[in-house]
């Protein structure tokens, strides 16, 4: 029964690690993102943006970017 009990565990466990991982897969940080912009805008710029409503989640004082919610907004604005 343990045994039974510590593969489920692990099941649960990778499964919930895969979940964190594709989170992270679309999510790009600050220095990714303007790699993605070429370096044409500077940090300032990008700060501006985000308090202009460009989609972002903040993480332990950092900010990451959703890649295609961002190409989107890019688009729009």
């Not at 460009?54 to 688009?75: A, C, D, G, H, Y």
């Amino acid at each position: 029964m343990n045994l039974a009990n510590k593969d489920n565990s692990v099941i649960k466990n990778g499964s919930e690690a895969e979940k964190v991982s594709t989170l992270f897969d679309n999510l790009m940080t600050m220095d990714e993102l303007m790699a993605m912009l070429k370096h044409q805008y500077c940090r300032r710029t990008i700060y501006r943006w985000i308090g202009q409503g460009m989609p972002n989640k903040r993480i332990r004082s950092r900010f990451w970017f959703p890649k295609n919610e961002v190409i989107l907004w890019l688009e729009r604005n």
